[in-house]
């Protein structure tokens, strides 16, 4: 979930001929001098310096393999400011066909909403315009048990993070606002995840030990919650937009989201279970029947064994999937004590959370040939599409989430004006969405750039707008939706045409007007925000953290 970390970085133009200006005009996200480990911390105050071991490390897929797939993409998926993903796929193919799909994202309430944060309040905006349920939501647990936030002190900040998210153009009546704090249905959720979780995961995930108070934990609890909340209604293809630390809470949240299933689905070839290394493994040497079976109509669990063994490095390399010794000699077992039982090609379901009921309703719904055990059913003429979706359908007839695995997209953190990381701590770092417009163009102003030490310099040499936090705020703010004008700041910049003075001056004016504009419309919406069915006063006043 989005905390009060601060939005997008910069990553590398595919072609500068045919692609907007990324915010660093193509620097190789490869080569970042002093890369570090990387360490996602929800709540630590790191910053990212090498995107591309988010994609080696974490399994995050790049956002421009679904971009062509993506229908009116936002600018800042265009300019890769949004720049991976997690299973993003179900969420576009919803959104292009018009089907139920969701956003949500939330704020923790730690001080003003600032540049940053209007970057998530965007993807929530333009997931709704086209066409998701959207909810935006008061992260108050979490703000008052892992940061201390006194009540007064999160009310205060609840309030301004709703007014700038409706004056952005958040529409209340097609979406949902809420805070954790009063929200029952969400804390039953919470309640109910967290009979799927155990303390070793937390230790594991995010560092807990025996100091860490149980409301910390409960906080997490809720998070997921708040992640599978769009779903309690029906499941839906639903988008958490977050930047890359809060990654954990992502993956946890699928994990969980897999737990609470009655039923798990997945294929097989023969009576007993495999792993999913093993389960690819198997698959194709059944793809490879011909060259050792007796019967190839009829595979024998001992003959693929037997030829499995037998295969050097170049055979194993010749079956398009990763093998390594572990897992070749655990799959050589199983086919080994499968003996002469056949290799056939099904699905299967795993009795996860199923009631007896349920599972005996599924069984019956099965059409066509099927093979009943203690614990899972094999059916062998249905896909996996079509077993997922009945298994799903199952479920909810008796009362399950059949929750579908939450996506995620993730953006770049944003350079800091002072340069560094931006930072609510740190004034001068950042521009609150709150600043008089007058204190925002000083900002931009006395902010570093990425240009060269003279003007003359920079005529010869060009400035490095992939190092400049001005040139950041022209193409992740000011330049709105117009990448025309973001790819010509870029390239003055960096041809020589464009000295740092005038580039400032310009974005310091973009600023005031954005701002002025921005606090009109706060004002403009503070009627329709009295009106809204969220709390703006807790009920958990006069409690101070720690207390409850």
């Given at each position: 979930m989005t905390r009060d970390h601060d939005a997008p970085e910069r990553e590398a133009a595919d072609d500068e001929q045919t692609r907007p200006a990324r915010p660093d005009g193509g620097a190789d996200a490869d080569s970042a001098a002093g890369a570090d480990d990387v360490a996602l911390d929800p709540w630590g105050s790191s910053t990212i310096a090498d995107y591309r071991k988010l994609f080696e490390e974490f399994g995050i897929g790049e956002f421009d393999d679904v971009l062509a797939e993506v229908p009116n993409p936002h600018y800042l998926m265009r300019r890769g400011v949004i720049f991976g993903h997690r299973d993003y796929e179900p969420v576009a193919e919803a959104l292009r066909e018009g089907?139920?799909?969701?956003?949500?994202?939330?704020?923790m309430p730690t001080g003003d909403p600032h540049i940053g944060h209007k970057l998530v309040f965007d993807e929530i905006i333009w997931h709704q315009e086209q066409g998701a349920d959207a909810y935006g939501l008061i992260a108050d647990l979490e703000a008052h048990s892992a940061r201390g936030?006194?009540?007064?002190?999160?009310?205060?900040?609840?309030?301004?993070?709703?007014l700038s998210l409706l004056a952005l153009g958040f529409d209340p009546e097609e979406g949902e606002l809420y805070r954790q704090s009063e929200n029952r249905e969400l804390q039953d959720l919470a309640f109910e995840l967290g009979s799927k979780a155990n303390f070793s995961e937390f230790q594991g995930i995010y560092g807990f030990d025996g100091e860490t108070n149980v409301s910390h934990m409960q906080s997490v609890v809720?998070?997921?919650?708040?992640?599978?909340?769009?779903?309690?209604?029906?499941?839906k293809p639903t988008v958490i937009p977050v930047g890359p630390d809060q990654d954990p809470h992502v993956r946890f949240a699928r994990d969980l989201a897999a737990r609470m299933r009655f039923f798990g689905v997945t294929e097989a070839y023969a009576s007993f279970e495999l792993d999913d290394a093993e389960r690819a493994l198997v698959g194709a040497v059944y793809e490879k029947r011909d060259e050792y079976a007796e019967e190839p109509d009829r595979p024998r669990c001992e003959e693929a064994g037997a030829w499995l063994a037998e295969l050097d490095d170049a055979d194993l390399d010749e079956l398009g999937v990763v093998v390594d010794d572990r897992v070749r000699e655990s799959a050589v077992e199983k086919l080994d004590n499968g003996g002469m039982e056949p290799l056939r090609p099904r699905v299967r379901f795993l009795d996860l959370n199923a009631t007896d009921e349920a599972f005996e309703s599924l069984v019956e719904a099965i059409d066509g040939e099927k093979r009943r055990y203690d614990e899972h059913v094999d059916a062998f003429d249905l896909?996996?599409?079509?077993?997922?979706?009945?298994?799903?359908?199952v479920e909810l007839d008796h009362g399950g989430y059949g929750f579908v695995p939450p996506s995620s997209i993730y953006h770049r953190f944003m350079t800091g004006l002072t340069g560094g990381k931006m930072s609510s701590s740190i004034p001068a770092s950042h521009i609150s969405l709150l600043d008089d417009p007058e204190e925002g163009y000083d900002k931009v102003k006395a902010a570093t750039t990425g240009g060269r030490d003279t003007a003359e310099e920079q005529r010869e040499l060009g400035g490095k707008a992939d190092e400049c936090p001005v040139y950041e705020l022209y193409a992740y703010l000011l330049a709105g939706d117009d990448d025309e004008f973001a790819k010509e700041v870029y390239d003055e910049c960096v041809g020589g045409e464009r000295l740092c003075g005038g580039?400032?001056?310009?974005?310091?004016?973009?600023?005031?007007?954005?701002l002025e504009d921005h606090q009109e419309k706060r004002e403009e919406v503070e009627a329709l925000l009295e009106d809204l069915d969220i709390s703006l006063t807790s009920s958990r006043r006069g409690v101070a953290p720690g207390d409850d």
């Open positions: 089907e139920e799909a969701a956003v949500l994202s939330g704020f936030m006194s009540w007064e002190e999160i009310d205060e900040h609840a309030r301004d993070y709703l809720t998070q997921m919650a708040d992640i599978l909340y769009p779903q309690l209604d029906e499941p896909d996996p599409e079509a077993a997922g979706e009945l298994a799903r359908e580039c400032k001056e310009q974005a310091a004016e973009l600023m005031r007007e954005f």
